[in-house]
């Protein structure tokens, strides 16, 4: 006979237990999380890729912000403590909504101001170049965050690539189209005499060799995991939710779509094993429901 008075309700996890959560377009920010699993081995994660609706960087403003506030939605149901926005154009369209609206329950990290930061520290002559989606670019993020950083000395060279992120997603092998495209993106930098470069998508790490390649090895390349890692350390310790140092953290996966091709794709980006992905439902995208209408 099993004693009902000797069971208690589970254990609510405390503060320092919840995890950290990671929310990107689609793969791309595993660069990000690994870098944060490296560095900060005893916290927990979760991480939340938008497969679904792959790729942001080439959508409205207002679309990309209903996207992330849904996305942190689903994060906060799952218990984070921290939501890290790990994908720049979600970032540069809702990051300072997505401070406002949660101010007070968690704090939010996005990736534009940790590379910006990096870079104004890096360059030499004050010529910094930028390689991001449309979305990015156009948003303008990068260039208030390099004047707030840098007080106005440094100038920024833009660079939009609506193809290169898509290119690394579909997980090929790198060609000669990768190359090409690649090559493409870095002709405007170098024309502008740029010596650092920002990274301005959490996929493009996975052709870093291509790209400093192609740039020269003069010039400083950015990217934000280190950084995010950094920053997110620091936000846990102010908090006074950071996990004890001694104890093993663990990590999970959800996806908008499919689970296997997530894992299967994400091992690559994230250069550590990915045993299981959950699927997570999310609305359907102005470009689906409008091609769901036209069919």
């Given amino acids: 006979m099993i004693c009902l008075a000797c069971h208690h309700a589970p254990v609510p996890p405390t503060s320092q237990e919840l995890p950290v959560a990671v929310f990107d377009s689609g793969v791309g920010g595993l660069t990000v ?3 944060c699993l490296v560095s900060l081995p005893h916290e927990d994660f979760l991480y939340l890729g938008d497969t679904a609706r792959f790729p942001y960087g080439d959508r409205p403003p207002g679309e990309l912000l209903a996207f992330a506030r849904e996305l942190a939605g689903i994060l906060l149901e799952e218990g984070a403590k ?6 720049n154009s979600a970032t540069a369209a809702a990051l300072p909504a997505l401070r406002e609206e949660l101010a007070g329950r968690v704090p939010v990290i996005g990736v534009v101001a940790p590379e910006s930061r990096l870079a104004v520290a890096a360059t030499r002559n004050g010529r910094v170049g ?3 989606t449309p979305a990015t670019v156009a948003s303008g993020a990068y260039e208030r965050a390099l004047v707030e950083a840098s007080g106005g000395r440094v100038e920024l060279n833009s660079v939009a ?5 898509p290119m690394i997603q579909s997980g090929g092998e790198v060609d000669e189209r ?5 090559e493409r993106a870095c002709a405007p930098l170098r024309g502008a005499g740029v010596d650092t470069v ?6 493009y790490p996975l052709v870093r060799s291509v790209l400093q390649r192609t740039l020269g090895r003069e010039v400083e390349i950015v990217s934000s995991g280190e950084a995010i890692a950094d920053e997110v350390e620091r936000e846990l310790e102010v908090g006074g939710v950071a996990a004890p140092a001694d104890r093993r953290g663990a990590y999970r996966f959800l996806a908008s779509g499919d689970p296997e091709e997530f894992r299967a794709l994400g091992t690559r980006f ?4 990915i045993a299981q992905v959950r699927h997570v439902d999310v609305a359907p995208s102005e470009a689906g429901v409008a091609a769901g209408e036209a069919a």
């Fill in 82 to 87: 921290l939501i890290v926005v790990a994908c």
């Fill in 178 to 182: 990768t190359v090409e495209c690649v």
């Fill in 130 to 132: 930028l390689i991001a």
């Fill in 33 to 35: 999380l690994h870098e």
């Fill in 270 to 273: 994230l250069q550590l094993p």
């Fill in 198 to 203: 920002i990274l301005g998508c959490t996929h």
């Fill in 161 to 165: 690539s609506a193809e290169l992120a």
